[in-house]
Structure formats: C-alpha cells, structure tokens
C-alpha cells in the first residue's frame, strides 16, 4: 500500500538551531512530494515540492527538502530556526495517476523553544 | 488571487443531523479534494472531483457524499451525523487534480458533533 513516514511526532529545537523534520516514502508512491506547514486553526500551506528536475528544492521562509531516490526520503531541514517556525508540519505524495488525492505522512509539531 | 474559501469555518450539530459544507476554489482550479482531519487518524482523502464528476473516492462511509457545480464550487454533505464525524473537513483545488500539481488548502470548517 502506498504510504508516507514522517519520523518522529514532535521535535524540539532552540532558535537559531537546524530544523531536520524526517519523511520516508513507500516505493510505490510516484516521487512527487510535498511539504505542508499547519498553523493553529488554519488550513495547510504549501512549503514546497519536488516533482521532477533538481533533488533539492527551496521552499518558502527558508526550508527546503532533498529528494533521495535510494533512501526513498524527502527530508525538509531550515539552517536556522525563528521562533515563528513552531507548527506541525505535514509531509504528502500524490497518489499514482490523476486522482487529486494526497496521501499525508501523519505530521510533525515543531517546537522552537527561546 | 483569492485563495481557497471554506464556509462555515464553524459549524455545531447534534448526532442523527446532516450537514453541508461549502468550497469554493482558487479561480481557474478545476480539481477540488476533501479531506478530514481528526487527532487519531490525521489527514485522509474523501473525495474528489473534476469538471463536475466524483473521479476518486476515499475508504468513507455512504454517509459522506459530495457534488460539485459548473462554476467549480463543491459542496460536501454528511447525513446521519456520529460523534465521531467530529473534525477539521479541509477542501483543496488544483488546476486540474495532476500528479504534479500541488493542492492549495482553505482554512477548512470545524465541526464538533454534540
């Protein structure tokens, strides 16, 4: 069946610290991913995606993410945390053909502790 | 550009009651998605369609349908309302539901099952 693994439900890290949020894939997924971002009592926002091309991609507000075939991962890291990065983050693929579904990895809250 | 618009953002019903979600999508998306999110089970695809046709369907009960109107906009209707149809419902549009496209989210509507 096809899935997404996201590594660890809640991480914690100082401000100004690397953010390294994990995702893992099933092999069976087709390789396009995307990272999600949810602020309380909001929907998601898109952070970025790989679709085809260049394995690291940059997103929006500093992240970006590598895609690794061998690994089947897409792991999102930010050099430096700011305080405004605590949130859950969500790590999705789209399901095979043109079927509008992602299939969601089940979510990482990020804390940015001062 | 309007983003993804969802309404009501709040909604509180009584066990045995339907519902009626509303979405309207980003001008031009063609492709509309729903999805629940519950602490327990994160996010998981309902639905969605394209150019007024259901094109895929999540592992949901009869209860849970939807349609969707030449303008795009989509409705989703729960009908025999159970405690445990409490949840966030978020809509997503695409251009056209494409492995590659990512789905822009709304604020999604809350609801609580009394």
């Known amino acids: 069946a096809q899935s997404v693994t996201q590594l660890g439900s809640h991480v914690s890290v100082s401000e100004g610290a690397l953010v390294l949020l994990r995702c893992n894939y099933s092999s069976s997924v087709p390789p396009y991913l995307f990272w999600y971002v949810q602020y309380p009592n909001q929907g998601l926002q898109l952070l970025l995606k790989y679709t085809t091309g260049a394995t690291l991609v940059k997103g929006i507000n500093g992240f970006e993410a590598e895609f690794k075939k061998s690994e089947t991962s897409f792991h999102l890291t930010k050099p430096s945390a700011h305080m405004s990065d605590a949130a859950e983050y969500f790590c999705?693929?789209?399901?095979?053909?043109?079927?509008?579904?992602?299939?969601f990895g089940q979510g990482t809250t990020l804390q940015v502790k001062p | 550009k309007a983003g993804v618009t969802q309404t009501p953002r709040y909604l509180i019903k009584t066990r045995g009651q339907q519902v009626t979600l509303s979405c309207s999508p980003i001008s031009g998306h063609r492709s509309v998605s729903w999805y629940q999110q519950t602490p327990g089970q994160g996010l998981q695809f309902l639905f969605e369609?394209?150019?007024?046709?259901?094109?895929n369907k999540g592992n949901f009960p009869g209860r849970f349908s939807g349609r969707q109107f030449s303008n795009s906009r989509s409705e989703m209707n729960v009908s025999t309302l159970e405690l445990g149809d409490s949840a966030l419902y978020l809509c997503a549009s695409s251009l056209a539901g494409t492995d590659n496209q990512p789905q822009h989210f709304g604020d999604g509507t809350r609801l609580s099952i009394l």
């Open positions: 369609y394209f150019s007024e046709t259901q094109r």
């Open positions: 999705a693929a789209h399901g095979s053909g043109n079927t509008g579904k992602l299939i």
